[in-house]
T-cell receptor
């Protein structure tokens, strides 16, 4: 158990819909990262937050947004969903968000867009 | 952007055999990491390497940070069925985010 909690574990929705994925980091970790894992691609970095502020942005679509709340949990919002958005979405956390810190991953949310 | 080329993409081996996989890049990195992902789970860190030439072991696993800082390998000795999973290399350099390879799917036949 990594200590990172993601909910829900599975999500099935239709094209055009909007969903919210939730992540609670390990106790004491201030930084949260979101990754997308598709079948034909490895882990793609989406976005990072540190103590409530956006720190780095990766290949995140404009239809996607995220935030980190004062209690340090984070939510990833995916809107106007398309079939190609079907993927595993992972949240990871680290203590201070430095680039050489080890990341601890949650078990992921499997999103299926039908 | 920075890209990691991980090989092989998949491996089918017999229990007891040794395994070797590697990652290469045209970019120089400061840190190399190896993760394992079990089915239905997130990646778990196996080994972290912070210095060029560093050789680090974790049980039956051994990994090395290449001298050129552009590559790394992971060896698994005397494989067992629970070694099954996807192995990812990952690397970072100052000011950049962690970049992941595309993974090596390992199957171990008892």
């Amino acid at each position: 158990d990594s200590g990172v909690t993601q909910t829900p574990k599975h999500l099935i929705t239709a094209t055009g819909q909007r969903v919210t994925l939730r992540c609670s980091p390990r106790s004491g970790d201030l930084s949260v990262y979101w990754y997308q894992q598709s079948l034909d691609q490895g882990l793609q970095f989406l976005i990072q937050y540190y103590n409530g502020e956006e720190r780095a942005k990766g290949n995140i679509l404009e239809r996607f947004s995220a935030q980190q709340f004062p209690d340090l949990h984070s939510e990833l919002n995916l809107s106007s969903l398309e079939l190609g958005d079907s993927a595993l979405y992972f949240c990871a956390s680290s203590p201070r968000g430095f680039t050489n810190e080890k990341l601890f991953f949650g078990s992921g949310t499997q999103l299926s867009v039908l | 952007g920075q890209q990691l080329n991980q090989s092989p993409q998949s491996m089918f081996i017999q229990e007891g055999e040794d395994v070797s996989m590697n990652c290469t890049s045209s970019s120089i990195f400061n840190t190399w990491l190896w993760y394992k992902q079990d089915p239905g789970e997130g990646p778990v860190l196996l080994i972290a390497l912070y210095k060029a030439g560093e050789l680090t072991s974790n049980g039956r696993l051994t990994a090395q940070f290449g001298i050129t800082r552009k590559d790394s390998f992971l060896n698994i000795s005397a494989s067992i069925p629970s070694d099954v999973g996807i192995y990812f290399c990952a690397a970072e350099t100052s000011g950049s985010r962690l970049t992941f390879g595309e993974g090596t799917q390992l199957t171990v036949n008892p």
